[in-house]
């Protein structure tokens, strides 16, 4: 069974930084493209960051230059560094493996003076 469980989301004030953690299990990550996406109230979910088997990454023009996606695949772990947070990034925030529609429970990010 795969499971995907986000951490690290919270409350920051403009311009700050966290760092969200998507632990992956039952199935062997390296093998699969993994991204973030977010979906805040009122809105579609969209696609925040992706990244690659062999590492290569993508991502949406709202937060590039801000957001670094990363991957640990000894520990299978997913990670997005966010800097210079907005509100506008105020959003839950999901982790998905590209095998099978894997979606985690998803993690509250609050930007707000």
């Known amino acids: 069974q795969v499971q995907l469980v986000e951490s690290g989301g919270g409350s920051v004030q403009p311009g700050g930084s966290l760092r969200l953690s998507c632990d992956v299990s039952?199935?062997?990550?390296?093998?699969?493209?993994a991204g973030w996406h977010r979906q805040s109230p009122g809105q579609q979910r969209e696609m925040v960051a992706d990244?690659?088997?062999?590492?290569?990454?993508i991502y949406s023009d709202s937060v590039k230059g801000r957001f670094t996606i990363s991957r640990d695949n000894a520990k299978n772990t997913l990670y997005l560094q966010m800097n210079d947070l907005k509100p506008d990034d105020t959003a839950v925030y999901y982790c998905?493996?590209?095998?099978?529609?894997?979606w985690g429970q998803g993690t509250l990010v609050t930007v707000s003076a």
């Open positions: 998905r493996l590209y095998w099978g529609g894997s």
């Open positions: 039952g199935i062997e990550f390296s093998r699969y493209r």
């Open positions: 990244i690659l088997a062999n590492g290569g990454t």
